[in-house]
Structures are given as structure tokens and as C-alpha cells.
């Protein structure tokens, strides 16, 4: 490996080895190069660092990112708290060839950073960023202060032995908060941002022979900590949910009208539409929803956003990887498919906007025989089909508008995502998110018609 | 970097126990429109507190900037892992890592020029004339093809005198091949190899058979509705992911601390078929985590824990469970260093002959989706590309559940290594739901 001195590294790049927000070693500098309780100093040498690689290419940017992830985890017998802290700095230029190239490292002293720096430039002159912007997390409960959230765990595994009785042979709780500083620096642009994803809930696991089944009620934010709050009511419910897959019959096979709950619709938008939706996949020929721009996929009541700015919303940021600032982006308008996903970006809010009903009976007052789909599993698309398999834990007769009171265990509902889309009568009003991988599907009650399997 | 925590850690009187860990990564990472390189350095140590409640754990990540600040991120670990608590255990004297080679020494120490070879490679063989576009009857494409290189060292050390380092590389190939001139429901055939040396790559011939199944997927038509027995070629059973893909339920039933807490669907001694009657071959399934080169093998794992083989199932009945340094403690076991490659022995298949029942065979090549429940078992596959006499298909979602399944199991008496899958070349299932 080459050997660099921070000396020769920074006068390579054209920077003075004394640079004060290099930490040059001075007492007053000292904290630079020490651990990283934020990203001030850090953005201080990007702007160097980039600004000197904006010499040499047309597009230069840093994106440095320290992230605490703060993970407790409570049963009857056990308690685990971790904390642990991980920082990286991302290095990007665009040569005059269009060649993305880039350089990641986790050292984020100075000299680490102007070694990584130097990988890809040798030049050096200055860059303008503008004015540093600084996007300020509102948060209701900050997980670097003490407040009530940092008994969240343990009071909700209190609260949830109330619910379920002894059929309920395991619980456990969890608090899952990933505290997110960025900042970018490039392309004219000086941005930080604190992004704090926070989700908790409870685990209920009921046993039968030598099968389980866990039903989970869960809460998930960008709002702070104390806005996990999870009701007693759903505690009751997820622990009935539990409960009641223990009797439930074997589903029904065949086409029906479908009432979807939310994390069902949820599931479909998020899991089902939006993968077909992904830039990179229409540029391979990947996505059978590539032909379809413009046309019609879905009926009137179908309105699909992925929105990066939604306040609280799990998925959400002030600007993406590129530093771009996050824009709502339609997707679907009245049935009508509009654009894909913004390049190179994944669904972060993405929902299905709510409808004229009231509520969920008001829905199911339309069915005569049909289902009310719970509990998504898991949902996928194949997208060059754009087919869709979305399986729930749960399915609820409805004869003549009203729930029948018969459960039926896990089913598939299977097609094609145009077909399904075709097929929304109505929707309620009310939209509700579940959280993913860093993104959250959002929908209301969605009346539709479709085959499931059991 | 590793000294320095060690010697702060033993300074600690709070702290009854410890392991460290010090990992240096490099990588490199090449596609057409993209070079990337980085580096990782870090140290990750348990921290073990002791008191009458039992003992309690936490981890602490330190990177090179970070070391000033050592003592106040020790300080911290050790405050959460005294308000944390489980049952009381001790890490075991140390024991011999497995002997397993796991580096590539034809990487050298130069990451970015395996990358940049491997890529020319790709690149040579997608050549407009070339091989893949006979295979493919057309000219193709990949644009996100990708080829990653890392080269890893990792070195551990506990309280209780275990030092154990060893280096290891690793290389991702990953491409989407799609014909030339066409962007709109063109239709794809992916590629995703796993690897730690280069030459397990053979990038000429997976290639060429992503080419042939590409070929085969616009000539595919839907199938239909119905019962047919199902065969799976070991590329399809590697590739079907996530994690161990259709074994993924046996291996979460495996899991030391879901079997402590009473969440095992079954516990050594009992079958795992539950009431169903096995009427296909013996199904014996070890984890091995000593086979050189394979994605999953350590001389040891998390802790200093020492990998070993053992049998997962032996004849349809449940035999072992995977335990880290704590279960095995729990267990009062030996550790294992829990589930990694997969061995499956073979039976007596021979699969150039027909279906196990009187169902059309179905052979899955490609999916797009798998999905397994690992608390039932229940499973949702969508086929992406398979063959029914001969004629490509596509479209459809397989049903079921994974025991019920491998109770129907034929086995073929070859056997294919294909990075974490090490078993016959070809499994059959009886009677799986196509709907």
C-alpha cells in the first residue's frame, strides 16, 4: 500500500498541511481528530477536500455519515442494550468520460480523509458550496438525551403481559432507533442532516403442535422517540391475532372481492408497484411497467406518491445521496402511470392516497361474498409480469357486508398488479404506514377483487 | 489498533470478560459506469458485566479516529451492559480454530486489478460476436454488471488468551443480461456468483448459461394451473436466496437460542417431518464450515468460537443444534460456531429419468421471488424461468410447505459444490401446487 504522510497527502491536493480544520495539531484543534460526536469538523474538510477535487472534474461530492444504532431488546428473561457507533466518508466524481468514480473510508480523521481524497484526485484548486444549510431534526424524544423513551422497552413488555394470557408462550419487545447524521458536500451544495429512525413493538408467539405463530404490534417514526407510543388495544389486538391463527380454518381458494387492511395495501404498493417502478429497471428492460408509461394501470380511485419529505414518515430525509433535496414524486395519477421512481433512488414514503369512505364497514357494506385480507407477511412482483404475491397471516369471511366472525389462516393473493390496480372500487380515507427496510408503504382500506389461494 | 483495546479493556475492573475483534477491509468495486474502492478498519468488542442478576453484554465499535476518545466509549459499554441482563455463563477456554483456507493469494494485495481483470473478462465475453451472443441467439447487454473485490483480515482475542487471526477474500459478481436494442418488457436473465477465489467464478460458463437462459425466457410461455412434481438443479437451489433460500426454515429451527427459549419447531432426537410420512430419500444435512474456499467457512467465528461440522438432520431426524460461545455455555455444549455451508448427502436419483410421481416434472431454473416462513415452514416461490417437457415456462407461483416437501425428497446420487450448497446436483419434490 502506498505510504502517505498527512503532509505530503495534503500538499499533494493542493491544501496547507496547517489547515485548522484539518486538526493540525494544536490544542485547540484537538477535537478534530478525535472520535466524532458530530460531523462539524468532518464537513469542514470535505469542503476542502471536494473543493479540490472540483478542479480536476466536472461533478466532485462527499458524503460523510455517522450512525448510532441504539437496539434494545426485552423478554422475561433477558434484557440486551447495544449502542454502537459507525462512521463513513463516500468520496464521488464524474470524469470527463462520464466514469463515476468512488472512494469510501472509515477513517474519518483528516489525514484519513485527504488519503481517500488523493485516491482520486492529484490536483487541487477551491470549490464553491454556497452557504452551509443545516436541516434540524424535530424530534419528541432525542435518543442522545435521557427521556422517557430509554424505559420504552421494558414498560411495553409490563404493558404486554396483560394481553394474551398463558396460550401466549413467548413475547419480547424491541426498540430499533438508527440516529443518522449526513453531510454533502459538492456540486455547489453544503448540507447536513439528522435523520433519527426509530421503531418498537411487541412480539406475541402462540404455539400449536409444532407450529408457532407471532403477531406483531409495531410503531415506526422519524418524529423521536416518544412518539412510539403503542395503544393497550393493540397490544389486545396483536395478542388475539396471535391467538385466533391457532383455530383459524384453512382458507378458501378462488376469486373474491377483497378488502385489503392496511398493511395488506400497504404491502402491495410498496412491495408489488413500486419495484416495478425503479429506474434502473426500465433502462434494462427489466420492468414489463416500462410499456405502460402513460397508459392506464389501475382505475380512478388509484393515486400512488413516493414522497421523501413527509414529515415523521419512516423513509423520510431532507436530501438524498446526491444532495438533492426530497420532493413528493407521483407515480400513479388517477390510474394513469406517470414516471418511475427519481434515478438511482429506492421508495422511501410510498402510499396509495385515501379515498371518499369512511371507514372500513362502509367498504365492506359493497361486499356480498368476499374477504378481509390482515397481517401482510411478505409481498413480491416479478416485474417483467408485473405479478403480484402477496401473502397475509389472516382472512375474515364477509357475507352480505358484514364479517361473518370466521378466520381463516395465512392465504395468497396472487395476479397481476394492473389487473388488482383495475379492479379498487373504493378506498377509505385514512392512510396508514407500515415501516420496511428503511422506507415506509403506506395505504388505507382498498376494496378490490382478486384470486386467492390457501 | 487491537493492543490498544485489549490493554484498556483489562484495565477495567467492571469488566469480568472480553473479546475483541479488529477487522481490515479493502475492496474494490468495477462496473461500466462506476469505479469504486474503499477501506474499513475497525475493532468490535464485547464487553461482559458481571453481578448477582446474572451477566450482562454490550458492544463497542472503535474506528482509527476514534481512539482518543477510547476510554469514554469503554465507559459506555460498560454502563449497558450492566443495565442489561440474561443468565449467568462464562467464555470456555480457547480451542483450535478449524484449518480452512479462505484467501485467494492470485488477488495479491491489489483488490482493484482483480476487479478491473474480472470486469475485462465480462466485458470481452459480451463482445458483439462473442460466445454469449450465439448462446443467446441475439446480441446482449448486461449494463449493471458488477464485480466486486474484498480482501478481509480479521484477528480476535478474549480475556481468557485466545488469538486467532486470518485473512480471507472474497468476490461478488453480479449482471442482468438483456438483449441489445430493446429497453421496453424485454425480457432478462440474471447472474449472482458468491465466491472467495476467482477461478470458482468459471465466468466464461455461467455466462454462457445466463446467455442460454435468457434465450430461453423470450421463448417462454406461461404455465398452467396445476399439480406437478418439481426439480431443482443446484444452481437454482444456490441461487434461490435469500440466505440459505428453501433450507432457510431448517437452519432457523437450528438456532441455539430459538431452541433455549422453547421457539424450535422441533429439538434433536425429534423428526422434522412432524406427522408426515417420509417417503423419499434420507435426508441427512450437515453444516460445514471448514470446506476451503466456500462463502461460509471461518476458521472461527464471532468471540473466537471454533467452527466444527456437525449434522443438522440425520435421516429425516433433527440432530444438532448451531451454538455460539454463550448457548454452547447454556447448553453446557460444545460451540460450533453455528450454520454455515451446507452439506447434503446424496441418494439415488437419476435424473435422466422421468418425474418421481405421475405429475409432469416441472425443472425450475430461475426465480424472482422465494419466500419461506421459518416458524411453518410455508413457502411462495414465483418461477421466473423453468422447463415442462422440454419447453420453456415462466409465470407462475409454486405453494407449500418446505417439509411437507423435503419429506417427498429424491436425491440424485451426484453431487454439485456451488458456493454455500454442497449436496446432489439435482433434488425432486412430489406433488408441489402451481397456481
Known sequence: MTAWSRRSVLTALGLSPLLPACGGGGAGNRRATTAVASLGSTRSVLRELVGSMSARFPYAAGLAAISTRRRTMADATEIHREATTRAEVVFTAVDAQGLRLVRRTSDLSPDGLARAAADLVGTATRGDFGKPRTHAAKLDGDPRRPGPWTQHAEQLLDRSRRHGGSRIVYRTTFLDVDDREVVFVGDGRDLLQRVVRARGGVAFVGTAGSTTYTSVAEQASTAGLNTLAIEDDELEAAADSALALLTARRPPSGEFDLVLDPTAAGHFVGRCVAPALLFDQWAIGASRAAALREQSVGSEAVTIIDDPSLPGGFGSYSFDDEGLDAAPRTLIDRGVLRDTLARGRSPSNVYLSGGQAAGRDELMSDVTNGLLLEGALTAYTDAAHWSVGLRASRAREIANGKLTGRLYGPLLLHGDVPGLLGAVRAATSDVRFTAGDDMAMGAPHLLTRGTVVG | ?435
Open chain 2, 1 to 435: 489498533m487491537i493492543d490498544t483495546v485489549v490493554n484498556a479493556l483489562r484495565q477495567r475492573a467492571a469488566v469480568a470478560e472480553y473479546a475483541v475483534t479488529e477487522v481490515k477491509s479493502r475492496h474494490a468495486q468495477r462496473s461500466a459506469q462506476r469505479a469504486s474502492s474503499g477501506d474499513r478498519h475497525e475493532v468490535i468488542a464485547a464487553v461482559f458485566y458481571d453481578d448477582a442478576a446474572g451477566r450482562g453484554d454490550a458492544s463497542l465499535i472503535v474506528q482509527p479516529h476514534q481512539l482518543a476518545d477510547l476510554s469514554g466509549l469503554i465507559d459506555g459499554a460498560i454502563e449497558r451492559a450492566r443495565r442489561s441482563r440474561g443468565p449467568s455463563w462464562r467464555l470456555p477456554s480457547p480451542a483450535a480454530p478449524a484449518r480452512v483456507e479462505l484467501f485467494d493469494d492470485s488477488f495479491a494485495d491489489d483488490p482493484a486489478a482483480g476487479a478491473f481483470e474480472i470486469a475485462q473478462q465480462i466485458d470481452k465475453a459480451l463482445a458483439a460476436s462473442g460466445p454469449l451472443a450465439d448462446a443467446a441467439g441475439e446480441f446482449v447487454r448486461a449494463p449493471d454488471a458488477s464485480v466486486k473485490v474484498d480482501l478481509i483480515s480479521t484477528e480476535v482475542r478474549t480475556s481468557t488468551g485466545f488469538r486467532g487471526v486470518f485473512p480471507a477474500s472474497r468476490v461478488l459478481v453480479s449482471l442482468t443480461l438483456s438483449p441489445v436494442g430493446e429497453a421496453l418488457e424485454a425480457g432478462t436473465s440474471s447472474l449472482r456468483l458468491h465466491r472467495r477465489r476467482r477461478e470458482d467464478l468459471a465466468i466464461e460458463a455461467a455466462l454462457i448459461d445466463a446467455a442460454q437462459r435468457l434465450r430461453r425466457r423470450r421463448r417462454a410461455r406461461r404455465i398452467d394451473a396445476g399439480v406437478y412434481d418439481l426439480a431443482l438443479p443446484a444452481r437454482a437451489i444456490e441461487e434461490a436466496g435469500p440466505g440459505f433460500g428453501w433450507f432457510e426454515p431448517l437452519v432457523a429451527q437450528a438456532d441455539g437460542a430459538a431452541a433455549r427459549r422453547g421457539l424450535a419447531r422441533y429439538l434433536p432426537g425429534q423428526p422434522i417431518f412432524g406427522d408426515t410420512d417420509a417417503g423419499g430419500d434420507p435426508l441427512t444435512i450437515a453444516s460445514d464450515g471448514t470446506v476451503a474456499f466456500a462463502p461460509l467457512s471461518l476458521p472461527f467465528a464471532d468471540h473466537g468460537a471454533p467452527v466444527r461440522r456437525f449434522n443438522l438432520v440425520d435421516k429425516g431426524v433433527a440432530a444438532g443444534l448451531g451454538l455460539d460461545l454463550r448457548e454452547a455455555a447454556l447448553a453446557n455444549s460444545a460451540p460450533n460456531g453455528g450454520v454455515r455451508n451446507l452439506v447434503i448427502e446424496p441418494g439415488s436419483l437419476r435424473t435422466d429419468r422421468a418425474g418421481i410421481t405421475q405429475n409432469p416434472l416441472l425443472t425450475v431454473s430461475d426465480l424472482s421471488h422465494l419466500h419461506t416462513d421459518v416458524h411453518t415452514g410455508d413457502f411462495a416461490a414465483a418461477v421466473a424461468l423453468g422447463s415442462l417437457d422440454g419447453e420453456s415456462v415462466t409465470g407462475a407461483t409454486l405453494l407449500g410447505n418446505v417439509y411437507s416437501l423435503l419429506a417427498t425428497a429424491r436425491l440424485s446420487s451426484e453431487i454439485a459444490q456451488r458456493g454455500w450448497y454442497h449436496g446432489p446436483t439435482e433434488i425432486r419434490f412430489a406433488s408441489v401446487q402451481v397456481v
